[in-house]
C-alpha cells in the first residue's frame, strides 16, 4: 500500500487492555503505524504501551482529556505527512478487524471523515437506553445544523483524511468531542459518511458518561455545537 496509515489511540489509565489492542491492530496489517498518546496516566499504561514492538508513544505532561489527546495525534499524523488517520479507543470496545473497513472506505472515495457506527445493523454491544435515548436527541439536533443524518454521532472509531486532520490541528473540541467535530467537518465542506461496525463492551473500566453524566453530556454538547454553528454562520 502507497499509502502513509496511523492509527491513533488515546489512552488513559489503559494498562488492562492497551497490549492487546495494539497487538491486535498489528495482527490486521504490518503496514499500519500506531500512535499511543498516554494522556498522563498513572498507571504503568506508558510502559505497557512501550513494550509492543514499533509502538509510538507521546507522554503528554498534563491530562488534557480527550479533545486535547486526540488533537496531538493530529498534530504528530500532520507532521509526519500520513495519508489517512485511524482513532480508536485503548479500552478494547472497537474492534480492530473494522479498522481495514474504514481504511478501504476511505480509499474508496473522496471522503473525509469515515465514522463506525454501530447503529446501522444494530449488532453487537449497544450502550444503555439512556445513552441511546441522547443519541438521539443528538442525532435530531445535528441534522438540523448540518441537514445530514449521523446515525452514532458519539462513536469514537473513525477515520480521516489529511485535510480533515489540518482543519482539526487548528481547532478541535475539547470534552466530548464527536459530535461537535461533525459539526466542524460539515461547515468546512468535508465529506462525512458511516458504515457500520460492532462494538464490543470495555475490557476494563466503567464510561464516564452515565447517570447524570449523561444529562451534562447532552447538554454541553448540544449547547457547544449550537456555540459552533453560530460561529461557522458568522465566520
Same mark, same amino acid.
Given at each position: 500500500?502507497?499509502?502513509?496509515?496511523?492509527?491513533?489511540?488515546?489512552?488513559?489509565?489503559?494498562?488492562?487492555?492497551?497490549?492487546?489492542?495494539?497487538?491486535?491492530?498489528?495482527?490486521?496489517?504490518?503496514?499500519?503505524?500506531?500512535?499511543?498518546?498516554?494522556?498522563?496516566?498513572?498507571?504503568?499504561?506508558?510502559?505497557?504501551?512501550?513494550?509492543?514492538?514499533?509502538?509510538?508513544?507521546?507522554?503528554?505532561?498534563?491530562?488534557?482529556?480527550?479533545?486535547?489527546?486526540?488533537?496531538?495525534?493530529?498534530?504528530?499524523?500532520?507532521?509526519?505527512?500520513?495519508? &489517512?488517520?485511524?482513532?480508536?479507543?485503548? =479500552?478494547?470496545?472497537?474492534? %480492530?478487524?473494522? /479498522?481495514?473497513?474504514?481504511? +478501504?472506505?476511505? @480509499?474508496?472515495?473522496?471522503?473525509?471523515?469515515?465514522?463506525?457506527?454501530?447503529?446501522?445493523?444494530?449488532?453487537?454491544?449497544?450502550?444503555?437506553?439512556?445513552?441511546?435515548?441522547?443519541?438521539?436527541?443528538?442525532?435530531?439536533?445535528?441534522?438540523?445544523?448540518?441537514?445530514?443524518?449521523?446515525?452514532?454521532?458519539?462513536?469514537?472509531?473513525?477515520?480521516?483524511?489529511?485535510?480533515?486532520?489540518? &482543519?482539526?490541528?487548528?481547532?478541535?473540541? =475539547?470534552?466530548?468531542?464527536? %459530535?461537535?467535530? /461533525?459539526?466542524?467537518?460539515? +461547515?468546512?465542506? @468535508?465529506?462525512?459518511?458511516?458504515?457500520?461496525?460492532?462494538?464490543?463492551?470495555?475490557?476494563?473500566?466503567?464510561?464516564?458518561?452515565?447517570?447524570?453524566?449523561?444529562?451534562?453530556?447532552?447538554?454541553?454538547?448540544?449547547?457547544?455545537?449550537?456555540?459552533?454553528?453560530?460561529?461557522?454562520?458568522?465566520?
Amino acid at each position: 500500500m502507497d499509502k502513509k496509515i496511523l492509527v491513533i489511540i488515546p489512552a488513559y489509565n489503559e494498562s488492562f487492555s492497551i497490549v492487546n489492542v495494539i497487538k491486535s491492530i498489528k495482527s490486521i496489517s504490518t503496514y499500519i503505524d500506531i500512535l499511543v498518546i498516554n494522556d498522563c496516566s498513572i498507571d504503568n499504561t506508558e510502559e505497557l504501551a512501550r513494550s509492543v514492538e514499533s509502538t509510538i508513544v507521546l507522554n503528554l505532561p498534563i491530562n488534557m482529556g480527550i479533545g486535547g489527546a486526540i488533537q496531538t495525534g493530529f498534530k504528530y499524523a500532520a507532521n509526519k505527512n500520513y495519508d &489517512i488517520i485511524v482513532r480508536m479507543d485503548g =479500552d478494547g470496545q472497537h474492534d %480492530p478487524k473494522y /479498522v481495514l473497513d474504514l481504511i +478501504k472506505t476511505m @480509499l474508496n472515495g473522496k471522503n473525509d471523515i469515515v465514522i463506525g457506527s454501530r447503529f446501522i445493523n444494530k449488532k453487537g454491544f449497544q450502550s444503555s437506553f439512556v445513552r441511546r435515548f441522547g443519541k438521539t436527541i443528538l442525532q435530531f439536533f445535528i441534522y438540523l445544523i448540518t441537514k445530514q443524518v449521523i446515525s452514532d454521532s458519539t462513536s469514537g472509531f473513525r477515520a480521516y483524511s489529511a485535510r480533515a486532520v489540518k &482543519i482539526f490541528c487548528k481547532k478541535y473540541p =475539547d470534552d466530548y468531542p464527536e %459530535p461537535e467535530e /461533525v459539526i466542524i467537518a460539515k +461547515k468546512n465542506r @468535508l465529506k462525512v459518511i458511516e458504515i457500520p461496525v460492532e462494538m464490543r463492551s470495555r475490557d476494563y473500566g466503567k464510561s464516564s458518561i452515565k447517570g447524570l453524566n449523561s444529562i451534562y453530556y447532552m447538554i454541553k454538547v448540544i449547547i457547544a455545537s449550537l456555540i459552533e454553528s453560530i460561529r461557522s454562520s458568522n465566520g
